[in-house]
């Protein structure tokens, strides 16, 4: 087959948990099947030199200079666009002449999107060639878990349901003519049915991991002799911030009682402000950017995963369980990998419980080591990325 692959950004290097499942998936479609690979990249150029990464495993790249364009003033434009913001945030006119002139001339079986965002690119030739899109996270879902959890001022809340009216009618336009949804968890599935379309084609493709990359002996690491937890994501993302902001005003204070010589290592790249100053507090350490997460997993002897907002599945999660490094989450931050609670994750939604769950894995080595056991097991017999992208190829094979 012959696929067209539409990407938002360049997926290189593989530092963000987004990055990790589009380029992984992209590999495997491309070893199945001839993919012509199309991204956005940084308008000065910069990003130009990794093109041969994806050069190895694709039969043509093409990295498109982009800018996006101003946030749309609510007055006269914003109100009268039928697009949600988020999706006109993404529309570049070259581009999007670029692509009609690349479908116009070549033969394609399918084309595969990115997120929703890039659908009005390939929309006007869903009767020439049909699409599939391939979504991180559920946008109308996200933005309404965001509004339950998050402060906003009046003013953004009323831009907000402006916002989710236009969403929820985009998202019914995409479940009407896509030929395939494809999303990281069973929640992801369940709300599209629910609140979006009974009978949208949905495909739950879960979160992979690299398992050579993250193998408990591809770093030389010892566990820290005092007792270490992480939490390692992106720390300018919502998601992350309110989770740690959650943590630190209702759980710390207390664990930290519990287990005074406890050491939090908090890993992940652009932490805000709000973040750094937890790098004040007794026992907490904000890493910022680190060339290799891995050395902090294998030092910690545990990561929390204490997420408020969902959508899409936490890679945080299958990296941590497939390099030995046991979780306790929140069931929302471990939706969609059906893991059960004592065997291969601990689960706790309230501050009580979270604390609970971290002294007891602490003070039982025992129920850390047996922890450790199955989560690489069922990491290894689940979330390899080379066995989940090779479905995805077949998958398409069968739908064409």
């Known amino acids: ?110 084309v595969h999107l990115c997120d929703l965002v890039l659908m009005p690119y390939i929309f006007k030739h869903r009767d020439n060639v049909p699409f599939v899109v391939d979504r991180s996270r559920v946008d109308l879902q996200f933005q309404l878990m965001e509004h339950q959890n998050l402060r906003f001022s009046t003013r953004q809340k009323l831009l907000r349901y402006e916002s989710y009216a236009k969403l929820w009618f985009y998202e019914r336009k995409l479940a009407k003519h896509t030929l395939q949804e494809i999303v990281c968890g069973p929640d992801d599935k369940s709300f599209i049915h629910k609140y979006i379309d009974r009978v949208a084609p949905v495909l739950v493709v879960a979160n992979g991991v690299d398992l050579e990359y993250f193998h408990p002996d591809a770093v030389d690491e010892q566990r820290d002799p005092d007792p270490t937890i992480m939490f390692c994501g992106a720390m300018d993302y919502s998601p992350n911030v309110d989770a740690l902001k959650w943590f630190f005003g209702e759980v710390y204070a207390k664990l930290i009682k519990r287990v005074s010589s406890l050491k939090i290592l908090i890993v992940g790249r652009s ?122 190829a077949e998958h398409y094979e069968n739908l064409i």
């Open 271 to 392: 932490p805000i402000p709000e973040i750094q100053a937890y790098d004040s507090l007794q026992g907490v350490t904000v890493t910022g950017r680190v060339p290799d997460v891995r050395p902090y997993y294998r030092r910690a002897w545990l990561q929390i995963v204490p997420l408020r907002i969902g959508g899409g599945t936490r890679l945080k999660i299958v990296e941590s369980l497939a390099i030995g490094t046991p979780v306790i989450s929140t069931t929302i931050g471990a939706q969609g990998l059906d893991l059960k609670h004592g065997r291969q994750i601990l689960l706790a939604d309230d501050a009580s419980a979270f604390v609970e769950e971290t002294v007891r894995a602490i003070e039982d080595e025992a129920l850390r080591m047996n922890l450790e056991s199955e989560g690489m097991s069922v990491a290894n017999e689940r979330f390899g990325w080379k066995a989940i992208g090779d479905r995805l």
């Open 1 to 110: 087959m012959k696929i067209l692959v539409l990407y938002p950004y360049v997926p290189w290097p593989l530092d963000r948990g987004t990055f990790q499942r589009t380029f992984h998936l992209l590999k495997r479609i491309a070893t199945r099947h001839e993919v012509d690979f199309v991204a956005f990249s940084e308008p000065d150029g910069s990003e130009e030199s990794k093109k041969e990464v994806f050069e190895e495993f694709c039969q043509s790249v093409e990295l498109l200079p982009f800018q996006h364009p101003e946030w749309q003033k609510l007055f006269p434009n914003r109100l009268f666009n039928p697009l949600p913001t988020n999706v006109q945030y993404w529309q570049q006119s070259k581009i999007a002449s670029f692509i009609d002139q690349k479908i116009e001339q070549e033969v394609y079986d399918l």
